[in-house]
Each structure stands twice: as structure tokens, then as C-alpha cells.
């Protein structure tokens, strides 16, 4: 195997089709068949289906991509760390975040911080929190953002507590309360994050105590991704006040939800490696722009 091929595979995975992977990695099509015609060769599986012109992943490339994306992730981290080395580049700053801050909050705390610094060159990198807390320790970040609990000798955690929210289609019946309880959503269709996620089994228990029925319609791995189906009718959702917040400029409707719903992250920085001034500054820009979210 040969990154050239990984980062095929990978251009496949995400795009779906050969022809925008193609795209993305400025080659041509064959040059996409070609490279994963000789993947498959070489691991000796498959990795794609052809059934009426579209590409379906195997439960072995499912499995298997997790592993390339996170090598190309280490791979990409170490060619900017030689980047760095040899450009004597100061002004430098890598964040690693989990995606659901990393695609609104971020880049609009960013934004205005490179705003005021033209020579400043920023890298952010979306991961999930699992994938970010094992590479810490790696000290291949300035600072990395993840959802807790994030339990490492060679980190350090600074950790930030928060309120989820209720969000509601525009017009439901319940937008002109005060307050969201779990007696009001008993027999709401409900949109929940996998059973894995921290605030869970919280939503879980306020319902069962309430004597509540949770009736869960669709289970997502992102808040991103359940404010998008309340955004289209599916049904309601707690999610955390960041997303909420993007989406309420969309339409959405968001409540207050009792009893408090605990959501937790935390900034991580390896226990070995020194702050830079950069670095410090971008984080207090951060804490200003979460502090209106804190509990």
C-alpha cells in the first residue's frame, strides 16, 4: 500500500463516486479505478460494490477506513510538523476539535482572531472526540477540543460545563412555552444521539422519572445532524447550545429543557509541552465566545 492509494480510498469514501474524487484530488477518473483496483489487490478484499452506476462501501472498507483516515490524519500532522521545522514558521496554530464544534463555533471564533493577525496560518482538524483524545498525548496539537470524559495522565483537561437546550420545528405546539419538560415531549416523536454519547442515559432517566415515554423515531451521532431533522419535521430533540444556536438562525426553536441536561467539554493539552503566546491569546478569545453558553 502507498499513501497515494489511501488517500483515494479515503477521496472515495467521503465523495461516493469516482468522478468527485477525481475532482477533489485533481487526477483523473481512471487514475481513481486504477489506484483502487490496486488496493484491492493488494489487501485482498474488496472495497466496493458497483450496482447501477454507484459505488457501495463493503462492510470491509466501513472497518477498514477508519484506520486510513486516522493514518492519513497522523501522516498529514507530521508533514506539517516538518513544514513548521523547515520554514522556521512562527505564527503557527494546530487545533484538533470534535466535529461539532469545528464546523460553526470555530471558524467563526477563528475568523476573527486571524482577522487581526494576517501572518498567523491556522490548521484546524475535525476528528471524532475519540480519535482527538488518543492523540494528544502525541502533542501533535497546540490544543485539542473534545467531548468528555477524556481520562489521560499525559493530559491536561480544562473542562467546561454546559446546558442542553429543547429544539422545535418552527410553529410546533409547544414553541410558546416558557420551558421544555419531558412530560410536555411524552410520545413526541424524538430524535436521539447513539446510546455511546454522554448525555444519553441523562435524557434517558429524566424521562423514565418524569413517567415520560421516550419515543425515539431516529438516532444520529451528531447534534448537527439531529437539529437537522427537527429542521425538517421529523420530530423534536436536546441538543447542545451551540448547535442550537447556529440553527435558531435557521428557524429552529429552542427552549430551556428541565430537569438540566449536563453537557461536558473539555480544551486538552499535553502535560509536556509548553503554551505558546499565540496559542494563549486564541484561547481567551474562545472563552469569551463560549462564556455566554457556560452554566
Given at each position: 500500500m502507498n499513501i497515494r492509494q489511501l488517500e483515494c480510498f479515503r477521496a472515495v469514501?467521503?465523495?461516493?463516486m469516482m468522478t468527485r474524487a477525481a475532482d477533489f484530488l485533481g487526477i483523473t477518473q481512471p487514475?481513481?479505478?486504477?489506484l483502487i483496483a490496486n488496493l484491492e489487490y493488494e489487501i485482498g478484499f474488496e472495497l466496493f460494490k458497483r450496482s447501477k452506476g454507484r459505488l457501495i462501501p463493503t462492510p470491509e472498507a466501513h472497518y477498514f477506513y477508519k484506520d486510513v483516515d486516522?493514518?492519513?490524519?497522523?501522516?498529514e500532522l507530521t508533514a506539517h510538523t516538518a513544514r513548521q521545522i523547515r520554514d522556521r514558521e512562527l505564527g503557527n496554530l494546530v487545533?484538533?476539535?470534535?466535529p461539532g464544534i469545528a464546523f460553526d463555533l470555530l471558524p467563526n471564533v477563528l475568523s476573527e482572531f486571524i482577522s487581526r493577525r494576517p501572518k498567523v496560518r491556522i490548521k484546524l482538524l475535525s476528528r471524532s472526540s475519540e480519535i482527538v483524545r488518543e492523540l494528544v498525548p502525541t502533542q501533535q496539537f497546540d490544543v485539542a477540543i473534545a467531548e468528555l470524559p477524556a481520562d489521560h495522565p499525559a493530559v491536561h483537561t480544562e473542562a467546561f460545563n454546559f446546558q442542553c437546550v429543547c429544539v422545535l420545528p418552527s410553529g410546533h405546539r409547544l414553541a410558546r412555552k416558557t420551558s421544555i419538560t419531558p412530560e410536555d415531549l411524552s410520545d413526541e416523536p424524538f430524535i436521539s444521539l447513539f446510546r455511546e454519547h454522554q448525555t444519553y442515559f441523562q435524557v434517558a432517566n429524566a424521562?423514565?422519572?418524569a413517567g415520560a415515554t421516550w419515543n425515539i423515531v431516529a438516532e444520529t451521532q451528531f447534534f448537527a445532524t439531529a437539529c437537522?431533522?427537527?429542521n425538517y419535521g421529523a420530530g423534536v430533540s436536546i441538543?447542545?447550545?451551540?448547535?442550537?444556536?447556529?440553527f435558531q438562525k435557521q428557524g429552529l426553536v429552542v427552549k430551556p429543557f428541565e430537569p438540566v441536561i449536563d453537557y461536558r467539554i473539555g480544551l486538552l493539552y499535553p502535560l509536556d509541552r509548553a503554551r505558546s503566546r499565540l496559542l494563549e491569546a486564541f484561547l481567551t478569545s474562545l472563552k469569551e465566545k463560549i462564556r455566554p453558553f457556560l452554566r
Open positions: 469514501m467521503v465523495t461516493g487514475s481513481v479505478s486504477n486516522r493514518t492519513l490524519g497522523s501522516i487545533i484538533a476539535s470534535y424521562f423514565s422519572n437537522s431533522f427537527v441538543v447542545d447550545p451551540f448547535t442550537a444556536n447556529k
